[in-house]
DNA sequence: TCGCATCCTG
DNA sequence: CAGGATGCGA
């Protein structure tokens, strides 16, 4: 919106000051705080999250156990060393996020690298003293490789290793010659969990995000030559306090690294009985790793088999022919990937024969798969004997057959629920919109209480209280015919166009539909009511109510009512004005959702008027409770209710204008009784009438004076006639069409009017800022009953047709 | 304080 | 014609 000069600023401002205000309260707190230190703090919690993560990136236990596994750590130095060892090693396996999880930031082969690093360390050269390099220098992927890298690595290795520097002197103070006999042992052992962890690292299920340094095909075998090279060197070192061989500063800052754990002083037996602790250690790892691959595998073959079985149903029609070719390529696939993820060769059939027993556990699991399909097969086919699985001649190809079929069976009863569900949707939808014509539930307008409701609903004792009740929505009833749909809020059901909640309740709730059901049809195409219903309502969340509500046309409020049924035939005597209402939509700026254009006929004949007008009864019933009788007197029955003001209730407040300038509320309310009331509506009426005024008395002021200007000098002088300038001018803008004959009566009114003004004016009241109000305070007298007939709903038309 | 009416502005 | 601001009366 343009500004337009200061004080209109200001006043934006001081409004939206306002608003702020409120806002802040709200919103209050996060806002006040991301003013300033908000974003700053966020970022701090972002950026601590982020340090959580790069400890969980850079070391194989995540902060959170961190403590705990400290306290271990600490435990061993105090004398229940072995205890607390395995239970870490046991811990660290058990983590809720799996050992692979732990592992992904780990290249594999790095952290066995670490792993048996450490343990080659302490069979290292005893060589204290030696200073202490950042160890972040020695990651040897090239990734940061921090001081709790290397802790937690060896915290997950041993307890001691926690305990830098001191408590990692006393592991790695070594014996030099368990050292060489180990060490091809350890080799040996490094290279084959290296494969293992590799595999690992290929698998589906091992995701190494990008950028952490995740062990990459290439960056493997970079890490494979630096860890032979770093054997290399241990061994020169295990042989000899000599000076490292010239190296790389990438080595050097390794072996500083590597000296800076060694041992200052420590006791040669503890060291011993740790060292023995650490190989059985190393051993049980490596047990646990290798279970963990296994598990791995399987986990692979049963997401194959998963695969297989949703290709079958993907491209059912033709596995059946092809099941018996399938089953060797889908061996041969599975097979393929496993070793394709697996150990880079060698070794894996040595470790996959290690665990031919746990491949049982997927075949447990698929087996219980599969019973459970022939359950369901049973269930929904009558018992039909399924195929079963042939003789199971070749392991990794029998699961994938059986399998395909029951995926396909379970395919087949997917689609058939599917489809059940469907139908049941589309009959239910077909069902409540094309019934023959039954009494309408009709939208409600705003019930105060919820006693109106009653009274209009309360004739027919099939209609449930509670369904015509308000729901979700503050205005709306929700005839009962909507119960069917969950007595969720409508708005949500016809948003949410999948069938579920349907389906839910299909059958439950259906003679509930078939029995109120019925209230919707009416002349009501089907077509319509999708359309009004998601188009207008549909994304309305039941907690939110628009200020201007939106239309529930297809929802008359009202079902089975046995108000007095006058007969009438609404929809003929409501189109036209409907097709007034569609052509002048765009023009509305009522901001309410524009139903015109489903508008004004869905009464029923047999319950016509009993809607609109009964409505506005309720609506008056309830704020004055004098008009209770109104639905005997009112004349038009037989419109519907519409949630806004169309351009045509403008037109026709316009034209009311001619015959009541200060139209109460109620008045308002009986002669726009087609008209959902409610607060924004009511007010949304005054302000058109205050607006009418405006400009009636402008016209007034401005002819009045125009008139003194003119030279007149008596009130007398002036009349208002029907081609007077005035007359034109008011006509012009309350009866723009000129099809309508202004009253007499409105004549005179204005006659007096500009009377009234006149003598102020030259009485020289105008000085008075508030010299218009004894005017008002006049002409508000000289209304005059407004004819019946604006209170049909269709008044325009009987009115323009005359 | 609320509702209404007017005034002002767009 | 609508929205906001303001003023006034109950």
């Known amino acids: 919106m343009p ?53 969980i990136f850079g070391a194989m236990n995540s902060h959170h156990g961190s403590d705990q596994d400290m306290l271990d750590c600490a435990g061993p130095q105090f004398g229940e060393g072995g205890e607390s060892k395995s239970n870490v090693l046991r811990k660290l396996l058990k983590r809720a996020n799996s050992y692979e999880d732990a592992m992904v930031p780990f290249p594999g082969a790095t952290i066995i690298s670490q792993l048996l690093k450490n343990n080659m360390a302490k069979s290292g050269p005893g060589a204290g003293g030696e200073s202490t390099f950042p160890s972040s220098a020695v990651s040897s992927t090239g990734s940061e490789a921090p001081q709790e890298d290397v802790c937690s690595n060896s915290s997950q ?94 080595e ?58 949703y290709d079958s149903t993907d491209s059912e029609g033709n596995d059946l022919e092809n099941d018996g070719g399938n089953l060797s390529e889908d061996s041969g696939r599975s097979d393929a990937g496993i070793a394709d993820g697996d150990l880079d060769g060698q070794d894996s059939a040595a470790d996959r024969s290690d665990n031919e027993m746990s491949d049982m556990d997927p075949e447990h699991f698929l087996d ?111 005839p009962s015919s909507m119960e069917p749909f969950g007595g969720v809020p409508v708005p949500s059901a016809n948003d949410q166009t999948e069938a579920l909640p349907l389906v839910v309740r299909k059958s439950s709730s259906d003679h509930h539909q078939s029995s109120a059901v019925g209230a919707h049809g009416g002349h009501h195409h089907p077509s319509l ?10 994304f309305t969340p039941s907690s939110f109510r628009p200020p201007f509500h939106f239309p529930l046309i297809g929802y008359p409020f009202q079902g089975p009512l046995g108000a007095p049924a006058a007969g009438y035939p609404g929809k003929d005597r409501a189109s036209p004005d409907s097709m007034d209402l569609s052509r002048e939509t765009t023009s509305l700026r009522t901001k309410m959702a524009s139903n015109h254009h489903l508008g004004h006929r869905s009464c029923s004949p047999t319950h016509p008027g009993s809607t609109a007008e009964g409505l506005s009864l309720s609506l008056i019933k309830s704020e004055c409770g004098d008009l209770q009788d109104m639905s005997d007197m009112s004349p038009y029955p037989g419109s519907t209710i519409q949630e806004g003001l169309s351009p ?16 109460s509320s109620n008045m308002l309310k009986m002669f726009f009784s087609d008209v959902k009331f409610n607060r924004c509506i009511t007010s949304q009426l005054i302000k058109w009438f205050s607006n009418f005024r405006e400009f009636y008395y402008i016209q007034m002021e401005k002819f009045a004076r125009q008139a003194i200007n003119d ?61 218009k109000k004894a005017i008002y305070k006049v002409i508000c007298k000289l209304d005059s009953e407004v004819p019946e007939i604006f209170k049909s709903p269709n008044c325009l038309q009987e009115l323009l047709h005359e």
């Not at 790695?172 to 060489?180: A, G, I, P, Q, T």
């Not at 790892?285 to 997401?303: C, N, S, V």
Request: aromatic share 6%.
């Open 3 to 55: 500004d337009h000069d200061h004080e209109f600023l200001l006043n934006r401002q001081t409004k939206r000051r306002r608003v702020d205000i409120g806002v802040k309260r709200t919103v209050g707190t996060s806002a006040a705080s991301s003013a300033v230190s908000g974003p700053a703090s966020s970022f701090e919690i972002s950026a601590s999250r982020v340090a959580k993560n790069a400890g």
């Open 157 to 250: 290795d041993s307890p001691q290793e926690c305990l830098s520097p001191f408590g990692r002197a006393a592991a790695c103070h070594f014996d030099v010659e368990r050292l060489n006999v180990n060490d091809e042992h350890l080799r040996a052992k490094r290279a084959r969990v290296e494969n293992i962890i590799r595999g690992m690292s290929h698998s589906p299920s091992v995701v190494v995000p990008p950028g952490s340094g995740g062990a990459r095909p290439a960056e493997r075998e970079r890490e494979r030559d630096r860890d032979r090279e770093r054997e290399r060197e241990r061994e020169e070192e295990g042989h000899g306090d000599g000076p490292p061989p010239p190296s790389s500063p990438r």
């Open 252 to 309: 050097s800052f390794r072996e500083n690294k590597r000296k800076q754990k060694l041992p200052q002083q420590q006791q040669q037996s503890f060291q011993q009985l740790v060292s023995a602790r650490k190989e059985q250690k190393q051993e049980e790892r490596r047990q646990l790793k290798l279970q963990l691959e296994d598990m791995q595998k399987q986990l692979r073959q049963l997401q194959e088999k998963f695969f297989q079985i």
């Open 368 to 478: 219980r798969a599969r019973a459970m399909l022939r359950e369901q097969s049973l269930l929904t086919e009558g018992g039909k004997p399924k195929r079963e699985g042939p003789m199971r001649g070749k392991n990794q190809g029998q699961g994938p057959i059986s399998m395909r079929a029951e995926g396909k069976q379970l395919a087949e009863t997917l689609k058939q629920e599917l489809n059940s569900a469907m139908s049941q949707v589309v009959d239910t939808i077909v069902k409540v919109f094309a019934k023959p014509p039954r009494p309408l539930p009709q939208v409600f307008p705003p019930l105060p209480t919820p006693q109106d409701c009653f009274t209009m609903s309360g004739d027919n004792p099939s209609v449930h209280p509670a369904s015509s009740r308000l729901h979700s929505f503050s205005d709306v009833i929700i």
């Open 529 to 538: 009511h999708p359309s009004s219903l998601s188009g207008n309502m549909g």
């Open 648 to 663: 045509n209730h403008l037109k026709k407040a316009k034209l009311m204008f001619f015959y009541t300038r200060y139209p």
């Open 711 to 771: 030279g007149v000098t008596t009130p007398e002088e002036i009349s208002v006639s029907r081609d007077c300038e005035l007359y034109r001018a008011l006509n012009m803008h309350y009866n723009k069409a000129n099809d309508f004959e202004v009253p007499e009566r409105f004549l005179e009114v204005a006659q007096i009017t500009l009377r009234e003004f006149f003598n102020a004016i030259v009485a020289g009241k105008d000085v008075d800022p508030s010299w």
